[in-house]
């Protein structure tokens, strides 16, 4: 079962989109196109947000990216993930700076993310250390990586040994959708790889083990009502293939890195800005990922969220490395805004737990 | 205002603007079609369906291009899509064909 990418990293084809000043100009329309979105804190000042300011709420989750180094190189990837990005992977050294962090502070929850998490040396350790320290560990695991290779094919035993939850894309029962999106293949794997977390318990019923699934378009539309969406996919993935899992959590396509590179390829950039702006939602504002979530780079830097992460917007606080992290000092910082912004507020809103309004 | 052609899909954004010359009628028709989609006995994903088979029933193309979406939005795929079409298709082909009955009456009266 082998799968085949579709595409390749924005980094691998020398693409300006791999600049993330580059992609920010393209945003504000000042390269590539002139579209111009109206400014996103300017449409939270008139949704009632007092100068356009967003500031967090309390910071519950700490969500790790510990690489950009994947099996997989799907067409939308917010990281511009690959197996050619192998220079990019979290230090010991980082990792130890991360468990030094979560040590002295109470942040319930450590959200892991990449690429493909587990294919860092360290993850299998950070993952003890975490729960050493008894925090609720999440893993955003991609499914296929479970087959990529002998030494990943026991993840699912180490998972459930360690209550891991985990968190996987699968964008439709379709094949061909599911395809179209993460590469030839990655739907046969990923039906595969969700059997063996089913076989130790993940998704079934008492087990306290949980397996939820993200859904995100595969194109240019908004994801439809999460609640629909999910009882769909239970009812489809149970009657064709046998497989169960918890929770489908609903993911607005944000419009960066190489979602934004399709956009602008197919000529769809303007219209999908315009959906985005014509669905803001004041309402999923409040409910936002960045105003409970940091997000911790490979090379330890702090960022609102994964996505400001990949547009290398950094904290707008004294403390950027995780080397100078104060909880305190960071709940009262202001949240960087741009124009992306509008991915996580259009609709039911986004973010990396699904709809929030 | 267009005077060149016909359908201009920018024309469906102002679908809410026939409320302009007769609001009453307007406003009890769309908050009646938003009722009509929502969840019921049938799915969000189910009545998109059916909206898209009617839609190339009607031919209209504004419906086409709205009902595409929404059946994507709602979590249809090509498949699913494509057998509604076909579901429209052969229905409006059957009541040609099943008129023929009436064909084949009138020409065993007339022929020997």
Known sequence: MSIHPRTQTLARRHSPLSDTFFQLEVLNGRAVTDVKVPLFAETIRQAGYADGVLMPTRIEIFQVNVGKLCNQTCAHCHVDAGPDRKRENMSKETFDQCLEVLRRYDIPTVDITGGAPEMNPHFRWFVEECRALGKHIMD?????????????????????????????????????????????????????????????????????LKINLVYNPTGTFLPGNQGAL?????????????????????????????????????????????????????????????RNTISVSWEGYLYDCDFNQMLDLKVDAPCTHIR???LQTLEQRCIVLNQHCYGCTAGAGSSCGGQVA | MS??????????????????????????????????????????????????????????????????????????????????????A?????????????????????TM
């Open chain 2, 3 to 88: 005077k060149k052609r016909y359908f201009d899909p920018e024309d469906l954004k102002k679908f809410g603007q026939i409320s302009e010359w007769q609001k009453p009628m307007a406003d009890k028709f769309f908050a009646w079609y938003g009722e009509v989609f929502k969840e019921g006995a049938l799915t969000e994903r189910e009545k998109a369906l059916i909206a898209l088979a009617v839609a190339h029933t009607v031919q209209c193309p504004y419906c086409i291009d709205a009902y595409t979406t929404t059946c994507l939005e709602k979590g249809a795929d090509e498949e699913q899509m494509m057998e509604a079409v076909h579901v429209a």
């Open chain 2, 90 to 110: 052969a229905i409006r082909a059957g009541s040609s064909l099943v008129f023929s009955t009436q064909m084949m009456n009138h020409a065993k009266e007339m």
């Open chain 1, 230 to 290: 999910e009882r769909e996919f239970k009812a489809q993935l149970q009657r064709r293939y046998g497989v169960v899992f918890n929770h489908l959590y609903a993911i607005t396509n944000m419009p960066i890195s190489r979602f934004l590179d399709y956009l602008l390829e197919s000529g769809q950039y303007e219209t999908y800005m315009q959906t985005l702006l014509d669905a803001f939602n004041p309402a999923a504002v409040a409910g936002v990922m960045c």
């Open chain 1, 324 to 326: 100078d992290f104060d």
């Open chain 1, 140 to 208: 955003r695991c991609n499914l296929t990586i479970l087959l990529a290779h002998e030494r990943y094919r026991d993840l699912p035993q180490f998972f459930a040994q360690h209550q891991v939850e985990i968190v996987s894309s699968l964008p439709h029962y379709n094949a061909r959708r599911t395809d179209s999106q993460r590469g030839d293949g990655v739907f046969e794997a990923s039906i595969e790889a969700l059997r063996l977390l089913n076989e130790v318990g993940y998704g079934q019923p008492d087990s306290g």
